[in-house]
């Protein structure tokens, strides 16, 4: 039988800074919604070190969705939801309700219509005082940005012109404008930021 699983070496380095931080922001219990899953590597990871959660994976694409299927089956954890097929940027969702959601690498591998998207839909679903989780390389005003972030917009605008390093301002003015409060920005490994923000 064919392992549908996909693998990507970012995911070990970043996994445990990520989950410090989603230990201390997520709340004990409930649904965690997870926007663009990729693979499935990061949502077995903390689903395994946080069981009174429940997971709900997503994603566009049709192979990460096999992904994270083939990672669920194969490290057995039962609070794992099947993931979902669909796009941020899509003007209904197939969930209602969410007490969290992340969103890991995406914001800057998508059109901004995804942002806009994530920021609509987060706004209307989540719960006063509940978290939303993004992390990613960001632009800040003011701060220089790291050699290899530029290096790397330079890529992604050249794979799509519609993708690149969005500024955590303009993404917390959008959120600002769907019910969140400010951001709180945490330095990461690798010249990454995780944003969080909360609904007011």
């Given at each position: 039988?064919?392992d549908?699983?996909l693998?990507y070496t970012?995911?070990?380095?970043?996994r445990d800074p990520?989950?410090?931080?989603l230990?201390?922001?997520?709340?004990k219990s409930?649904?965690?919604?997870?926007?663009?899953s990729g693979?499935?590597?990061?949502?077995?990871?903390?689903a395994?070190?946080?069981?009174d959660?429940s997971?709900?994976?997503?994603?566009?694409?049709?192979k990460?969705?096999?992904?994270i299927?083939a990672?669920?089956?194969?490290?057995?954890l039962?609070?794992?939801?099947?993931p979902?097929?669909?796009?941020?940027?899509a003007?209904n969702w197939?969930v209602?309700?969410a007490?969290?959601?992340l969103?890991?690498?995406?914001i800057?591998i998508?059109p901004?219509?995804?942002?806009q998207?994530?920021?609509?839909?987060a706004g209307?679903?989540?719960p006063?005082?509940?978290?939303?989780?993004?992390y990613?390389?960001?632009r800040?005003q003011?701060?220089?940005?790291a050699l290899?972030n530029?290096?790397?917009d330079?890529?992604l605008?050249?794979?799509n012109?519609e993708?690149?390093l969005?500024y955590?301002?303009?993404v917390a003015?959008?959120a600002?404008?769907h019910?969140?409060?400010?951001a709180?920005?945490?330095?990461?490994p690798a010249?990454?930021?995780?944003?969080?923000?909360r609904?007011?």
């Amino acid at each position: 039988m064919t392992d549908k699983r996909l693998y990507y070496t970012a995911t070990e380095r970043n996994r445990d800074p990520i989950l410090e931080i989603l230990r201390r922001i997520l709340p004990k219990s409930g649904v965690v919604l997870e926007i663009a899953s990729g693979s499935g590597e990061h949502i077995v990871h903390f689903a395994r070190h946080l069981p009174d959660l429940s997971f709900q994976p997503t994603d566009p694409d049709p192979k990460a969705v096999e992904s994270i299927a083939a990672w669920a089956e194969h490290e057995g954890l039962q609070n794992i939801r099947p993931p979902l097929l669909f796009d941020a940027a899509a003007p209904n969702w197939p969930v209602a309700k969410a007490d969290a959601i992340l969103c890991i690498n995406m914001i800057h591998i998508s059109p901004w219509a995804a942002t806009q998207g994530l920021l609509k839909h987060a706004g209307e679903m989540l719960p006063k005082g509940a978290p939303l989780y993004l992390y990613g390389p960001y632009r800040q005003q003011g701060v220089e940005t790291a050699l290899s972030n530029e290096s790397f917009d330079q890529s992604l605008k050249s794979r799509n012109a519609e993708w690149g390093l969005r500024y955590v301002e303009d993404v917390a003015e959008l959120a600002a404008s769907h019910g969140f409060g400010p951001a709180e920005t945490v330095p990461m490994p690798a010249n990454n930021l995780s944003v969080v923000f909360r609904k007011n």
